[in-house]
């Protein structure tokens, strides 16, 4: 009788999945675009630019999307890269909402959504690294001029305090167009452009690799804020009161600019 009645449970059990598949397909899905919503973030933001520079005029301009380098020992990968007469534009592009506050020299910016507030790094910092990866690639071009642009969605609202082009997406052909002087020839601007494309680093192991290299310096760098240790030059971390409350800094402010996120 016990088994009996066993058997009726497990009947009804699986009766009641059966009628309720679609929910729990949900809850998967959900699951699944919560896991991965930064990539699919950053992959649409990245997508939408790459449309926007599509409308440049291909005689003047050479776009690459989505290039990765060699940089000595690491690998550094660029959202956007553009070669034209009129410079090396160099986009890097941020999928955020809310407001964007910061300074040109600021180590991390603010986004505020609503009376919520989260830290950035900041974008032209690391699209200053980007750039120096480019002249170390293209070394024995020295009259190359580079231009650093960041491009946020529309979703962002920019509060933003830089000379450093900080832009929407939708207005990249606008900022890019405003620079007119030709500080290269048509055959200099191709042969960068093919020098680029030869050191694009398109195997899935490498990018694997650089992926790996990224999450490997986070943890790195979390495990020293954990300590009390500043990652960027070692100094100790002290605790400091700001506009939004206490924060965590380097104690060898204003040398160093560090701030514990």
């Given amino acids: 009788?016990?088994?009996?009645?066993?058997?009726?449970?497990?009947?009804?059990?699986?009766?009641?999945?059966?009628?309720?598949?679609?929910?729990?397909?949900?809850?998967?899905?959900?699951?699944?675009?919560?896991?991965?919503?930064?990539?699919?973030?950053g992959f649409f933001g990245e997508k939408s630019v790459a449309f926007f520079l599509s409308r440049l005029d291909p005689a003047k301009y050479k776009v690459i999307n989505n290039i990765m380098l060699q940089a000595?020992?690491?690998?550094?990968?660029?959202?956007?890269?553009?070669?034209?007469?009129?410079?090396?534009?160099?986009?890097?592009?941020?999928?955020?909402?809310?407001?964007?506050?910061?300074?040109?020299?600021?180590?991390?910016?603010?986004q505020v959504i609503f009376k919520r507030k989260e830290k950035l790094h900041n974008p032209i910092k690391q699209n200053y690294g980007h750039i120096q990866a480019l002249k170390d690639a293209l070394s024995e071009y020295e009259n190359a001029n580079y231009v650093s642009i960041v491009a946020f969605t529309t979703k962002a609202e920019l509060k933003v305090k830089a000379d450093t082009d900080v832009v929407y997406t939708v207005n990249l052909p606008k900022t890019i167009g405003k620079y007119s002087n030709e500080t290269v020839s048509d055959f200099v601007k191709e042969q960068?452009?093919?020098k680029l494309l030869s050191l694009n680093i398109d195997n899935k192991e490498n990018r694997?690799?650089?992926?790996?290299?990224?999450?490997?310096?986070?943890?790195?760098?979390?495990?020293?804020?954990?300590?009390?240790?500043?990652p960027k030059c070692g100094g100790k971390l002290v605790l400091r009161n700001g506009k939004?409350?206490?924060?965590?800094?380097?104690?060898n402010y204003p040398k160093c600019r560090f701030i514990a996120k």
């Fill in 244 to 251: 939004y409350g206490q924060f965590k800094g380097c104690g």
């Fill in 208 to 230: 694997k690799a650089h992926v790996q290299a990224i999450h490997n310096n986070l943890e790195d760098k979390h495990k020293k804020v954990d300590a009390n240790t500043c």
């Fill in 192 to 194: 960068i452009y093919e």
């Fill in 72 to 110: 000595g020992s690491r690998t550094t990968q660029i959202d956007h890269v553009v070669v034209s007469n009129y410079g090396i534009f160099v986009i890097e592009t941020k999928n955020y909402q809310g407001w964007i506050l910061g300074n040109e020299f600021d180590d991390y910016w603010t």
């Fill in 1 to 41: 009788m016990i088994v009996f009645d066993e058997v009726i449970k497990m009947g009804t059990l699986i009766d009641i999945l059966k009628a309720t598949w679609y929910l729990w397909a949900l809850i998967f899905a959900v699951s699944i675009f919560k896991l991965f919503r930064p990539r699919i973030k």
